[in-house]
């Protein structure tokens, strides 16, 4: 099994502060680590768990830096919780990464002995080659190759047209795979990054970096477009973690939780998710048994995934509709999406990582059509609502949070993207699935 956080099948009570906590380990192919399944399917009814809190990461380092986000994000629930609520907690550890050069408001410079690398040329580093190494199994040599176009900038369109086959064939997968078929918000197809002229890919992420507020971009004429060559790689390997996450959700949280609400049929289970981590849980939904109510709330935080996923039809083309289409109505409460403007990760990057080859390359109207939910919230759903954060929270269906007001921190290239840790949303979340005290 590839990924795998560790042997030990749970955190320590040090690792996350709240308890019951369980640990949920899966591989890129969805596979769970078999011994904390049936901890956490055995000890949710053990425990008389009433709720059971499910939080999936989006990128991150390692095992260290999803417990450090997990044990953040669920510190105040215990004193929110309702009279004659046991929360329980678990903790969904899946093969994704960030890369080095992207900090986390309030998290510390260096978790896990990956530095914050400062601004300067546009560089694999050493850290996020091992990282990247570690999510693409096998392809050490391609990624060596990559960092030293990246430190060499030559100007050169061959270079170009080098470096973006290596990344190319780095997120590639196996033809009518889960991993290819789950891979779609839109059943649009490829992204243009994975098809498009390399130069102009790069030329194109460049001025996104600069429309961003990225401050240093290093060279002139093609050496500049090095910059952009970077952001290509962040983002592609993104999208294979994007595509990894709805594989991961339902061919493996979906079952788990099936599973569960087998052994223990009275628990309520809430779903939360954080960028690709939103999609994950989201297409658990569709993993579970079909029928099953034991999903009470889902929350979305910064959700890295089309704003128009769970539409019946798209705008742009009526005659189709969203991947997951219709899978709100498999949550017995509100599926929540909160986001944020500050988050230039997916105002700004998500969208030109999104588009389709032979859409204008232009910045306007780029939102609309491939926005994430993130940005704007979810899209094209008839009787969404939005409401202001801090208001209670409707009791079914889809509802929008504009959490601009706390999820406001953090530098170019993405901005807010990972600020989530704040009471504010805590409450969204215990709000939602109707367990907080009164």
């Not at 600069?210 to 290509?232: S, V």
């Not at 704003?307 to 005659?319: I, N, T």
Request: aromatic share 8%; charged share 20%.
């Amino acid at each position: 099994m590839t990924g795998t956080a560790g042997s030990s099948g749970a955190a320590a009570a040090g690792d996350i502060g709240v308890q019951p906590y369980w640990e949920l380990t899966f591989d890129a192919d969805g596979d769970p680590d078999a011994g904390q399944r049936d901890r956490l399917v055995a000890g949710a009814a053990r425990e008389r768990v009433t709720d059971l809190l499910v939080f999936a990461h989006g990128w991150n380092n390692d095992r260290s830096m999803a417990t450090s986000l997990y044990g953040r994000f669920f510190a105040p629930f215990p004193a929110m919780a309702g009279a004659g609520v046991r929360l329980g907690y678990a903790g969904v550890i899946w093969p994704a990464m960030r890369f080095a050069d992207e900090p986390i408001p309030d998290f510390p410079p260096a978790p896990a002995g990956l530095p914050t690398v400062p601004a300067g040329p546009p560089l694999l580093e050493d850290a996020t080659l091992r990282a990247l190494a570690r999510c693409f199994p096998g392809r050490e040599l391609t990624l060596r190759r990559v960092q030293e176009l990246l430190a060499g900038r030559p100007e050169a369109r061959s270079a170009f047209d080098e470096y973006a086959r290596l990344v190319r064939d780095l997120v590639s997968v196996r033809a009518n795979s889960p991993a290819e078929r789950l891979a779609e918000d839109l059943g649009a197809g490829m992204p243009a990054m994975l098809t498009d002229d390399p130069l102009g890919v790069c030329e194109i992420f460049t001025a996104a970096l600069e429309k961003c507020g990225h401050q240093e971009l290093f060279g002139d004429g093609l050496k500049r477009l090095w910059n952009g060559a970077k952001e290509f790689l962040r983002q592609s390997s993104y999208y294979g973690m994007k595509r990894r996450s709805g594989v991961v959700g339902q061919l493996g949280l979906g079952p788990v939780l099936g599973a569960l609400v087998e052994s223990a049929p009275g628990v309520r289970i809430h779903l939360i998710g954080h960028s690709f981590g939103a999609r994950l849980v989201s297409y658990a939904l569709r993993g579970m048994p079909a029928g099953d109510t034991a999903v009470k709330s889902v929350t979305l935080l910064q959700a890295a995934f089309s704003h128009y996923a769970f539409a019946a039809r798209l705008p742009h083309d009526p005659d189709h509709g969203g991947a997951l289409q219709g899978v709100q109505q498999r949550v017995d409460g509100p599926m929540v999406a909160c986001f944020s403007g500050h988050d230039s990760a997916l105002g700004m990057l998500y969208p030109l990582a999104s588009k389709l080859s032979g859409d204008s390359a232009s910045f306007l109207g780029l939102f609309d059509r491939w926005g994430a939910i993130g940005h704007d919230g979810i899209q094209a759903v008839d009787g969404t609502r939005s409401v202001r954060l801090g208001a209670a929270v409707p009791g079914a269906g889809c509802v929008n949070i504009d959490a601009s007001s706390v999820v406001r921190d953090g530098p170019p290239p993405a901005g807010a993207h990972s600020d989530i840790c704040h009471g504010e949303l805590a409450r969204v979340v215990l709000g939602a699935g109707r367990v907080t005290r009164e």
